[in-house]
């Protein structure tokens, strides 16, 4: 039988919210400040594939256009484009098992793999707001980008997908 290997990183949030009222007028925000002309070219589409670093992400969609989403400065940062972007070097593999543990104490599971993979043909929309970037998925929910600072090596940061 085989052990499946978990690793536990230390990290600290890399996204300071900023205070709202409410979720919509945290995505109000944000498209006043994102162009919502390229969130139309995606909304409404279906996932055919991806690729995850652990840092980027990109989504490919039926018509042909990009996702784009890395961390930014206090915030995620993505695009929309016609072509593929280059992808990073990996920061982790399929192979283990992930735990993030935050200063408090508390352990959150990383599944991206899982996450993206249920992705995988269903109609896909974006939300952004001026700090984080919300998904609805057909038939599965709403999800959110974060972003996880390595405190062994702050140069290294993580996107956490996960469910709102």
């Known amino acids: 039988m085989y052990k499946i290997m978990t690793n536990i990183i230390h990290v600290t949030l890399g ?13 109000t925000t944000g498209q006043s400040i994102s162009p919502e002309e390229s969130s139309d070219l995606i909304n409404g589409q279906r996932v055919v594939q991806y690729w995850f670093t652990g840092t980027d992400l990109i989504i490919g969609f039926e018509n042909g256009y ?10 995620i940062s993505w695009s929309v484009s016609s072509y593929r972007p280059e992808v990073k070097e990996q920061v982790l593999t399929t192979e283990n098992n992930v735990n993030f543990e935050l200063p408090s104490g508390s352990k959150i599971s990383w599944k991206w793999k899982q996450v993206l ?4 043909g269903k109609q896909f929309a974006i ?7 919300f998904f609805h998925v057909r ?3 709403e999800y959110m980008l974060d972003v ?17």
């Open 139 to 141: 038939d599965m929910g």
């Open 15 to 27: 996204i300071i919210a900023k205070e709202h009222n409410s979720f919509s007028e945290a995505v």
């Open 127 to 133: 939300a952004p707001g001026d700090q984080y970037l």
């Open 66 to 75: 990009y996702l784009m989403a890395t961390p930014g400065d206090n915030k």
């Open 148 to 164: 996880f600072i390595n405190n062994t090596d702050p140069a290294v940061k993580y996107l956490l997908i996960s469910e709102v």
């Open 117 to 120: 993979d249920s992705f995988i």
